[in-house]
């Protein structure tokens, strides 16, 4: 059972990595399907236009999924690198969300029209609003908890205050 983690995650990739394959496939084929055969009259330059530079972020987090997480093999059948874990938290959990959320765009503006692409907003305008909330709980000395009230900063002890008053503390070197 030498590398057993590794053997995991190498699988749980490939595994994931194949599902969204299929998905990304699936639709954007449907997309395109729709359009061709149902929607052709209302399939313009400009509904072209916003169907490749909407899709587009979630095609190139599909490359870099590909390229950093499936796991290289070695001639013999043994694994060489596992590729980064796809479960991580952080920035790929947003790239994860993003790829979700354009699925769900592609599939609407497939099925009710280019109106749909709207949805695609909904990430920077909620990345704004988030990197706004950071920025003015750092602007102020307290903080807010989880109800919105605001919390005042720590208190200075009466000791700290002397200390500050008289220049600071001082280190004693022996």
């Known amino acids: 059972?030498?590398?057993?983690?590794?053997?995991?995650?190498?699988?749980?990739?490939?595994?994931?990595?194949?599902?969204?394959?299929?998905?990304?496939?699936?639709?954007?084929?449907?997309?395109?399907?729709?359009?061709?055969?149902?929607?052709?009259?209302?399939?313009?330059?400009?509904?072209?236009?916003?169907?490749?530079?909407?899709?587009?972020?979630?095609?190139?987090?599909?490359?870099?999924?590909?390229?950093?997480?499936?796991?290289?093999?070695?001639?013999?059948?043994?694994?060489?690198?596992?590729?980064?874990d796809l479960d991580a938290p952080g920035l790929t959990e947003y790239m994860w969300d993003v790829t979700y959320w354009t699925y769900g765009c592609v599939a609407?503006?497939?099925?009710?029209?280019?109106?749909?692409w709207w949805g695609m907003l909904v990430v920077p305008v909620y990345s704004v609003y988030s990197l706004y909330r950071v920025y003015r709980g750092f602007k102020g000395a307290g903080y807010q908890d989880a109800a919105g009230v605001p919390q005042p900063g720590p208190a200075q002890s009466k000791r700290q205050a002397k200390m500050e008053k008289r220049g600071g503390q001082k280190v004693a070197y022996r």
């Open 1 to 84: 059972m030498a590398q057993k983690a590794t053997k995991t995650l190498a699988a749980a990739n490939t595994r994931r990595l194949n599902t969204t394959l299929y998905l990304t496939l699936a639709f954007h084929g449907l997309f395109w399907l729709l359009r061709a055969l149902l929607f052709r009259s209302s399939f313009t330059r400009r509904s072209l236009l916003l169907y490749l530079f909407l899709s587009a972020p979630q095609l190139l987090i599909n490359l870099q999924f590909e390229r950093h997480s499936r796991p290289t093999l070695l001639p013999d059948g043994s694994i060489k690198r596992a590729g980064e």
């Open 108 to 116: 609407l503006a497939a099925l009710l029209g280019d109106w749909m």
